[in-house]
């Protein structure tokens, strides 16, 4: 039986963090909404209808844009892909923070523009990048990790 070493290269290693980090980011700051339901009802005046359907139109948004960032992902590499969703991601957050939060601009925010950044950054573009990285014998292993994160 020959023994393989789990990271091949220290670019593995690396690609492997940064995929992790990467997941436990945009997936982690997304489920966090739910925590805050409450503070968009009294806060804001936000109904559970008009939650309900930024989180429908994130779903959308993200189920959208993830084959797009797949291309782009696959022409360009996936950092880039990475980061260009990052910033849709980032600009979701900061007008949910910033801006009037109401009617259309909640919708705009928390739906379609993190819903775009999720296209990229949620799971599907971190684990190829990994798998890429990872010989057949371990890379059911790489991606378990990034997953689990």
């Known amino acids: 039986m020959i023994s393989e070493k789990f990271f091949q290269s220290k670019t593995a290693i690396v690609t492997l963090i940064a995929a992790c980090f990467v997941v436990l980011i945009s997936l982690g700051v997304r489920q966090t909404f739910g925590l805050f339901f409450m503070d968009f009802n009294e806060s804001l005046k936000i109904s559970?209808?008009?939650?309900?359907?930024?989180?429908?139109?994130?779903?959308?948004?993200?189920?959208?844009?993830?084959?797009?960032f797949g291309a782009?992902?696959?022409?360009?590499?996936?950092?880039?892909?990475?980061?260009?969703?990052?910033?849709?991601?980032?600009?979701?957050?900061?007008?949910?923070?910033?801006?009037?939060?109401?009617?259309?601009?909640?919708?705009?925010?928390?739906?379609?523009?993190?819903?775009?950044?999720?296209?990229?950054t949620a799971i599907s573009i971190p684990m190829s990048i990994v798998g890429k990285h990872f010989p057949l014998s371990n890379r059911t292993i790489a991606m378990s990790l990034v997953t689990a994160t």
């Open 48 to 68: 559970n209808t008009a939650f309900g359907f930024a989180i429908g139109m994130q779903m959308l948004m993200w189920g959208i844009t993830g084959p797009i």
């Open 72 to 120: 782009i992902a696959d022409k360009y590499g996936g950092h880039k892909a990475i980061m260009l969703a990052f910033l849709f991601y980032i600009l979701g957050v900061y007008f949910l923070y910033a801006g009037p939060n109401t009617g259309l601009y909640f919708q705009i925010s928390l739906g379609v523009l993190i819903g775009i950044g999720c296209g990229g």
